[in-house]
Structures are given as structure tokens and as C-alpha cells.
């Protein structure tokens, strides 16, 4: 079985600064999907960025930017020029096999606080 | 609809109550997931439903949560003999059939949070 593990259960940022979300995870498969999806207070998860393992290239979404390290299992997200809209939990998922309805399996988040 | 909702928004209910839980996923969605985020968790999968067939219930904690889905687009999730343990925000997500292009990405609801007394 698949596992996310993320080690900051909070991080904090100024407005304007970079911060950097840590993950990890574990699977013995060669393909796979991997996420960053945001949850502010409203509880709705809004997808912030995706990774497919096959890319070695970094995704990358306007302030958002992830470093994907197939290797050492690892996909930080990066947060460049921090907005107060910012502050939320961020969750880290992995999905197997694209091509098949497989579940999202979350870390257990980071809550980021966005500070003036 | 344009997005996945999931209703009620909020649920209370007294311990041993039936509870009943519903999701409209996204139209054209054949893929739909139920999920269970405790306080300060991440979301723990529960179960997923391809068309009207549950393709994995492996999540489901026990025999008094069942969830169906009889036409292959809204879903209901239903708790018997509720326990305080079962106080929790339930979501709801839906993703394409992975034949016609799935992205992997998952499109959540808003959730409902059943609070047990």
C-alpha cells in the first residue's frame, strides 16, 4: 500500500516571501500521479498542482512550483511571492496508475499561515 | 452540475441515530469517491463507486457504513447506529471515466460535517 507522509504540521510565511512544503511518500509502482491540493476553511480540496511520474520535468502553475524527486520519493511545493489568499492546509496525494479510477491516498497536511 | 455537491452541509445527530449522505457528482463523471477527514487529518478514502458498482469499499471501517449508487451518478452514504466516533467531514469527489481522458485529478465537494452527539 501506497503512503504519504508530510513532516510540517505548520509553516509559516510572510506576504511576499517563498516557502517550501515537504513530502514523501512510499510505493513500489514505476507510474503514478502525484498532487498538491489546497483546502481553505470552506473544506472544499481545490487542486493547486500535479505531477505525473513519467515527466521529469517540475510542474509548474503560475506561483507554484513543485520539485519532484522520483528517486528519493520526494515532491515539495514550492510558494513563490506568498499571498494572504495563501493561508490554508495543503495536503499531498498520490494516485496510482493513470488510466485507471484508483483512489487519492493524503498525507495528514501542513497548515500554512501567510503573515504581514 | 457544474461541481460536485454534496448535501446536507452540516448534520447533527443524536448517538444510534441512521444518517443518510448524498453527492451529485459533476456530470459525466463516472468515477465517484467517498472520503472521511477527522479533525485535523488528511481525507481517509472510503470507498469508490466506477458506474453504479463499488469498485473498492476497502475503506469502509465497518458494516454499519454502506453507500450506494444505483444510477451511476448521485451517490448516498449512509451510516447506521451513529457513534461519536463518526463525527467527521464526509466528502465526495468525482473524476472522468479513464478512458475518456482522466487527468487523475479528483473534483471535491464541499463536504458534509455530521456531528454525533
Known amino acids: 500500500a501506497q503512503t504519504v507522509t508530510q513532516s510540517q504540521p505548520e509553516m509559516s510565511v510572510q506576504e511576499a516571501e517563498t516557502v517550501t512544503l515537504s513530502c514523501t511518500y512510499d510505493t513500489s509502482e514505476s507510474d503514478y500521479y502525484l498532487f498538491w491540493y489546497k483546502q481553505p476553511p470552506s473544506r472544499q480540496m481545490i487542486l493547486v498542482i500535479r505531477?505525473?511520474?513519467?515527466?521529469?520535468q517540475n510542474a509548474t502553475e503560475n506561483r507554484f512550483s513543485v520539485n519532484f524527486q522520483k528517486a528519493a520519493k520526494s515532491f515539495s511545493l514550492k510558494i513563490s511571492d506568498s499571498q494572504l489568499g495563501d493561508a490554508a492546509m495543503y495536503f499531498c496525494?498520490?494516485?496510482?496508475?493513470?488510466?485507471?479510477?484508483?483512489?487519492?491516498?493524503f498525507g495528514t497536511g501542513t497548515r500554512l499561515q501567510v503573515t504581514l | 452540475g457544474a461541481g460536485v455537491s454534496q448535501t446536507p452541509s452540516n448534520k447533527v445527530t443524536e448517538k444510534g441515530k441512521y444518517v443518510e449522505l448524498r453527492c451529485d457528482p459533476i456530470s459525466g463523471h463516472t468515477a465517484l469517491y467517498w472520503y472521511r477527514q477527522s479533525l485535523g487529518q488528511g481525507p481517509e478514502f472510503l470507498i469508490y463507486?466506477?458506474?453504479?458498482?463499488?469498485?473498492?469499499d476497502s475503506g469502509l471501517p465497518n458494516d454499519r457504513f454502506f453507500a450506494v449508487r444505483p444510477e451511476g451518478s448521485v451517490s448516498t452514504l449512509k451510516i447506521q447506529r451513529t457513534e461519536r466516533g463518526d463525527s467527521a467531514v464526509y466528502l465526495c469527489?468525482?473524476?472522468?471515466?479513464?478512458?475518456?481522458?482522466?487527468?487523475?485529478?479528483?473534483?471535491f465537494g464541499e463536504g458534509s460535517r455530521l456531528t454525533v452527539l
Open positions: 505531477q505525473e511520474a513519467y515527466k521529469q
Open positions: 469527489a468525482s473524476s472522468l471515466r479513464p478512458a475518456s481522458g482522466d487527468t487523475g485529478e479528483l473534483f
Open positions: 496525494a498520490y494516485r496510482s496508475a493513470p488510466g485507471t479510477a484508483s483512489k487519492l491516498t
Open positions: 463507486f466506477q458506474g453504479t458498482g463499488a469498485a473498492d
